[in-house]
T-cell receptor, first 114, second 119 residues
Framework: DAGVIQSPRHEVTEMGQEVTLRCKPISGHNSLFWYRQTMMRGLELLIYFNNNVPIDDSGMPEDRFSAKMPNASFSTLKIQPSEPRDSAVYFC????????????FGDGTRLSIL | AQKITQTQPGMFVQEKEAVTLDCTYDTSDPSYGLFWYKQPSSGEMIFLIYQGSYDQQNATEGRYSLNFQKARKSANLVISASQLGDSAMYFCAMREGVYSGGGADGLTFGKGTHLIIQP
């Protein structure tokens, strides 16, 4: 079975540019999560969706960050304009509904903003 | 607020020995779940094992088991007969309200323990 698919795997871009990260969750999973991992702050939840609806975006650091889930098989995380402090690994994860269900992570996108 | 503490930033263990990775948590919610993840150097996050706060028995999954001590608010991961491939970062995570219904929500992660298995 296909796992969570993220693209791109690596992204290097210059400050000020728009960055779009993409995620395809596991088929049948109806919860989707975006996390950010840095050395300083560890793994942080940015936003999550249940049944394509954003439930909690309190972890989104600034208005420069936005996320969408137009359908059950696709989500995007956009940063506009990007800044060097946005450099991190961004993970997408999905799970079945239910708080006892484990989240299954994609391989992550390593983002570097120069 | 939820909080996860992993006190061992790094550990060196001899191959084939058992390993215990510590995790303590802080919550006022009696209904919670604890998750352990492995992150190898390649970067992916791999789910290992889950323990619910009302589960009667400690969780086990192959060579992984949880030493769950509810009164002490600890959920230590035990890896039996360690292998070189176990070298990785290990993260403990928690979610509150697991028995109260409702949709899934995010996990709160600890800072992780870097485990190195030596031959």
């Amino acid at each position: 079975d296909a796992g969570v698919i993220q693209s791109p795997r690596h992204e290097v871009t210059e400050m000020g540019q728009e960055v779009t990260l993409r995620c395809k969750p596991i088929s049948g999973h109806n919860s989707l999560f975006w996390y950010r991992q840095t050395m300083m702050r560890g793994l942080e939840l940015l936003i999550y969706f249940n049944n394509n609806v954003p439930i909690d975006d309190s972890g989104m650091p600034e208005d420069r960050f936005s996320a969408k889930m137009p359908n059950a098989s696709f989500s995007t995380l956009k940063i506009q304009p990007s800044e060097p402090r946005d450099s991190a690994v961004y993970f997408c994860a999905s799970s079945l509904d239910g708080k006892d269900q484990p989240q299954h992570f994609g391989d992550g996108t390593r983002l570097s903003i120069l | 607020a939820q909080k996860i503490t992993q006190t061992q930033p790094g550990m060196f263990v001899q191959e084939k020995e058992a390993v215990t990775l510590d995790c303590t948590y802080d919550t006022s919610d009696p209904s919670y779940g604890l998750f352990w993840y492995k992150q190898p150097s390649s970067g992916e996050m791999i789910f290992l094992i889950y323990q619910g706060s009302y589960d009667q028995q400690n969780a086990t999954e192959g060579r992984y088991s949880l030493n769950f001590q509810k009164a002490r608010k600890s959920a230590n991961l035990v890896i039996s007969a360690s292998q070189l491939g176990d070298s990785a970062m290990y993260f403990c995570a928690m979610r509150e309200g697991v028995y109260s219904g409702g949709g899934a929500d995010g996990l709160t992660f600890g800072k992780g323990t870097h485990l190195i298995i030596q031959p």
